[in-house]
């Protein structure tokens, strides 16, 4: 597609259980950038991808908190044992791996723990 | 640590009025300074950046910013505002990742 997909749109989960969060980046780029959006916090970086490789991941909120990315396209933020704190919007971005690339962003999971 | 700190939560202007949104910074070298634009529901829109050389940039939608070393600032402006431009405004500095750090955002009004 022309830009960055992502899905679900919107999940309702309970707490305790586990999601996944699903980004298609843009076709060609390199480097995806997974981040959350949320009332109290505002945007938030979590992790990097250049390629399939994730050199940091400590801006994760937790270790409850996984993201892998597989083929140089497809990554996945999992999310085990939810928690209500979880609740926001996650976002995706991609860009051709510079750090002057620009970073598109995706529409976001919208993700509510009840 | 590097860190954005956008002072006005809230601006409303009328329309057809001047806009300044302001940003500081803190980072130790050359910042890369970005302002990205939300809409209700839309994904975040990258408006303009800076990375060197001219320190006032121009950026789609008629927006400017000028990037000022001493004040460690990154104002946003448009001469003449439009109804459409209602919006919230985030400004970001680029991270070590090549991540973006953001500021908290200014949300913008627009009296017609």
């Known amino acids: 597609g022309a830009g960055v997909s992502q899905s679900p749109s919107n999940k309702v989960t309970e707490k305790g259980k586990d999601v996944e969060l699903r980004c298609d980046p843009i076709s060609g780029h390199t480097a995806l950038y997974w981040y959350r959006q949320s009332l109290g916090q505002g945007l938030e970086f979590l992790i990097y991808?250049?390629?399939?490789?994730?050199?940091?991941k400590s801006g994760l909120p937790s270790d409850r908190f996984s993201a892998e990315r597989t083929g140089g396209s497809v990554s996945t933020l999992t999310i085990q044992r939810t928690q209500q704190e979880d609740s926001a919007v996650y976002l995706c971005a991609s860009s051709s791996g510079t750090r002057l690339g620009e970073q598109y962003f995706g529409p976001g999971t919208r993700l509510t723990v009840t | 640590a590097q860190s954005v700190t956008q002072p006005d939560i809230h601006i409303t202007v009328s329309e057809g009025a001047s806009l300044e949104l302001r940003c500081n910074y803190s980072y130790g070298a050359t910042p890369y300074l970005f302002w990205y634009v939300q809409s209700p529901g839309q994904g975040l829109q990258l408006l303009l950046k800076y990375f060197s050389g001219d320190t006032l940039v121009q950026g789609i939608k008629g927006f400017e910013a000028e990037f000022k070393r001493s004040q460690s600032s990154f104002n946003l402006r448009k001469p003449s505002v439009h109804w459409s431009d209602a919006a919230e405004y985030f400004c970001?500095?680029?991270?070590?990742?090549?991540?973006?750090?953001f500021g908290k955002g200014t949300k913008l009004s627009v009296k017609p």
């Open positions: 970001a500095v680029g991270g070590s990742q090549g991540n973006l750090i």
């Open positions: 991808f250049q390629g399939n490789s994730a050199p940091d």
